[in-house]
């Protein structure tokens, strides 16, 4: 399919669903694609990521990491790494203040002892010292020169072994939360439920009842540009730090917490982030790199290897989960019981949460129970990944909704629409929708040209459906005029995807003028007000409410100078394609060069800031259909066909928007087909390359078609969702689906590799 | 430590260097040369994003030793564009949204390049292949498929060849 | 770590000889990757690809010559090289991306003696030698006799490839390798097979069947070519192809893959392998036959 062809289909599916998307066209600049404002410094080489920040007499840092899955530290000596050439300071966990009785929080603490560990290691990887030195050699091996007596203790590598009976306990003074003492099981943080109605009522009403269980493994973010941190404090015990984050804020609040430092002390400039997908909302680097910089007096850099990011940066949850379905022979869903666990890593925290919370919400069941399970064990802290927590539940309830499907010999998207939450349903996790657009993305698939077309030997369909939440939150937008007129956009929101043309778009549609004079850019934490993290798709809805409530001030405030210079009422004033105007038309127009021109006189300077809390995030929902070939004698399995459709209430720059719904779509094939990590038995990763953690490459890959659903959001002005990532959640049910559909079995287990494939082929063939 | 003294060409300029044998030829462009265009997002050779036109075929500047780029002739992505002019891959890539976070831009312009040397009129599939020592992880590869061929076809179109 | 490029084979020998703690590399795509992961350094690293014997595919009499630290790139782009061996080019034409193709050698793959080095197997199929330099003067090895064991080769300290031969193919003679990885590209072989194969009309008169990845070294399955031999490539000699390559397999578990699952699939691929490396003989006798 061409590019064009891709706009036809947009708007196919646009005409589609209903009149409320007309209200895209009505835009001048909204749903246009310009060029990008931080485009040309990508595509020359200019653009200045985490590790490309280079300072005047800057040292390099690195870190030392435990060899053990679960030790106790018996002693540090880095008397002899201190004394090698080079080498310019060393820290320890001696070097950190302990929170622990400092009334910070429980996410603090295991953050503090997640970034260098104290008593205790608690996975291969887990920070125990690191090095400043002039150069990277020098400082590795300094850094291998450090002395770490360990205590080994036995370790639990996988959900089985660390709930066991009599499992060690990597955190022995942990009360576990949701959970009676006597129901107590080993390195269990907290229990999470949703219920509703009555589950046996509810399976008595049942024709059908299918139940299920499943695994998948945890998967790593894998963004291509790895952690990096450079820091410079100076002898006033200010700090500067550049770093690629989704969320300078957050990192500056982090790292003070974890040091102890004054909060508003350091200043965190964003650097370019070369892909962070939920994995750089947190801290590793940062407050080492802080440390060893005010040790040494001396600028210091630190960037990961690659096999650190694998070892040591958080992935996201590998989950055992049982999904128990009923439905009437009509196919109305009756009752669900869904049971999760879910991987932590070394401290509480996975997103089981979130899993419970958005299991079944795409779905109006009656009654249902969603109990989810935190589970601590010897692997590196988990991090937010794409829709944190969503995609393994939506696999397994969408694995078991398809056999529903087979079972009763309904569609499988006529299936999902008789059950579909709409406008009015109580969602399953409390709150009653507003308009979403989960049906029209189903029909979009039903309708495309790729669900009516035939399949080919060895090939096979499925569906896949998905829900986020989408988030809000709190961000800060100022408006500049210059002195000739144009404009500069600044916000506190790190940029990974392209929201910087999505900010110039909006300044562009409320003050009308060209997008391609705006200046779109990201502010430090000394610059611009409070943001929070690029997270939960949140930027383009809620740092663009807050663009456009500092364009409709400064509307308002240009309409007012204008009445100035004109001398008349402010009422007969008004702002018509980027110029003010006299409404009975007895004056030459403004332009806004006019009015920046004379704005000494008309109260100086122009330039709002807005900043705001924004609730209100549209629920985003997507609809997938996949057609794989599976070699029979292999197991191989080929991606041939793919088509997403996603409601993103409206497309600001469309192309982001497919952009955003193709990654998802990808990353979700990853997980589904090859990615895993694989450990040894002493709890070191074995996979720790790209060679071996397996993302898709473009020859795995067809095109990945994208139908954009337009429903607007009715909370937000321009009506937008939030696209970042729901596109991800329907991916590994879908796949699974389809290869069903293709070998006549159901494969449970991620990933679906073509070992797994040829198993379950064997095992059918008797 | 014994430094090497190494004499090259890079984006046309003869430049000369010292380094320490083990060094790699990217650290070498980074951290000798300023070239921080060329991204490292794995040092094994895995990810591409290091690639730079060694002697004119496309490689991973991660993989190799500083010293022996002594007499060779060194593209980046800092020497693709002309003074005033992008270069057209560098063009379909911005008005095709074939980048979002932009870190494995500089290396799949260059292994594209690479292919657009050798084959002027290649398919999809050709391109996928071509490019399959270079990851991305935030488009999906679509946007950037598309924009290689949209590039293919406007160099043909600029040098005149007709199909 | 120092580092020299001689320019002759000669100097080379002498570099090795003056340091014992060398490393001979030429695209240095294994050796780089084993460094950084912490694999001690050695004193000194010798390029061997300033040497221009070690460089070129040249076609002499029936002979073909590459030099062992070619880029496996000029190898698979070269038409007259490919059109004879098309399975030996496909096996070159899978190691690693472009960007790697421009520097890994076959002197490289087979001398890091990984099980899984893809171009190995269709060396051995396809009879190739390799030049060896040493001190004591140079000599002339069949392939088969170079890896002993992952990460061993028969090479004396000192020694290295300086070039591979291989005659031309008989009439009706071709050869194929395919390999299995979970991915399309950028995998180490899971499984790979590799087969040559003669034809008299219908029937199979040579054949020559490798298996990668399923042993600790490259392994010839002598009873897939006894089946095949004499054959008219019926079901059930295919059949016993098969069960015959599983049958050979001495596979471990690794995180690349099973030991059942190595063991199936080699029966596959070697099915397969032999099934293309038939067809394309038999086009090469038609092509004969034609002028
Ligand atoms: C991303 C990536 C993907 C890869 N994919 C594959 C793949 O699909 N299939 C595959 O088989 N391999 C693969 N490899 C491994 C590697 O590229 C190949 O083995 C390649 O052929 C090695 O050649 P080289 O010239 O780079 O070897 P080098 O690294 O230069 O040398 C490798 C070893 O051989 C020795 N050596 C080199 N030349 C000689 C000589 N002339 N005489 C004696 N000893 C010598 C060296 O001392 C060293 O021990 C991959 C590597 C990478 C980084
Ligand atoms: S950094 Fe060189 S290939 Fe990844
Ligand atoms: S655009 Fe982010 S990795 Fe390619």
Redesign the pocket.
Known sequence: MTATDQTATKQTATEQTTTEQTAAAAYKWVGTRPVRPDGVDKVTGKAQFGADRVLPGMLEGVVARSPHAHARIVSIDTTAAAAMPGVHAVITGADFPDLSDSGASADDVSRSRNVMARDKVLYVGHVVAAVAAQTRRQARAAADAIVVEYDVLDHVLTLDQATADGAPLLHPEMVARGIDPEDARPNTASRVAHERGDLDVGFANADVIIERSFTTQAVHQGYIEPHAAVADVTRDGRAELWCSSQGHFAIRSMSTTVLGWELSDVKVTPAEIGGGFGGKTTIYLEPLSLLLSQRSGRPVRMVMDRNEVFTASGPTSGSNIRVKLGATAAGALTAADIMLEYEAGAFPGSPVGAAAMTAIACYDVPNFSVVGFDVVLNRPKTAAYRAPGAPAAAFAVESVLDEVARELSIDPIDLRLMNAAVEGTQASYGPTFPRIGFVETLEAIRHCDHYQSPLGPNQGRGIGCGFWFNVGGNSTATVNVHEDGRLTVMTGSPDIGGSRSSMALFAAEELGIDVNTIQSIIGDTDTIGFADVTGGSRVTLSTGAAVIEACREMREDLCRRAALMWDVDRDLVEWVDGRAQHVDRTETPLSLADVAAKAGRTGGPISVTAAMNMRGAGAGFSTQVVDVEIDPETGQTSVVRFTTAQDAGTAIHPSYVEGQMQGGVVQGIGWALNETYTYREDGSLDNDSF?DYRVPVASDLPMIDTIIVEVPNPAHPYGVRGVGEVGIVPTMGAVANAIHDAIGHRLCDLPMSPMRILDAINQGNG | MTRTHVQCNVNGDEVDFLTDPAESLLNALRDQLGLLGVKEGCG???CGACSIMLDDAVTCAC?VFAAEAERSTIVTIEGLADADKLHPLQQCFLEGAALQCGVCTPGFLIAAKALLDRNPDPTETEVRYALAGNLCRCTGYDKIIRSVLAAAEEMRNDHGVSL | MRYSAPTTVDEALATLTAEPNA?????????I?QLRSGRPEPALIVD?KRIDR?RGVTLTDATWTIG??TP?SHLTRNAGFAADFPGLTEAAG????DQ?QN???????L??A?P????VPALIANDARVVVASASGERVVRVDGITIGPGATS?APGE??IEFQLDRPAASTSDAYLRMIPRTE????VVGAAARITTDGGLCTGATIVLGAVAPIATRVNDAETALVGSTFTDDALAAVAAAASAACDPIDDKRGTIAYRRQVAGVLARRAVALARMRSTASSNESSQT
């Not at chain 3, 899984?116 to 171009?119: E, I, Q, R």
């Not at chain 3, 950028?186 to 072989?189: F, P």
């Open positions: 060679l | 094994t050779g895995d993989l | 490393r001979v590399f030429a695209g240095a795509t294994d050796l990757p061997l070690l062992a630290a496996t899978l190691i690693g991306s790697i520097r890994s050698s076959l002197g490289g793959n001398c890091n990984s899984a080095a893809d171009s090479l290295f490839i950028m995998d180490i072989a």
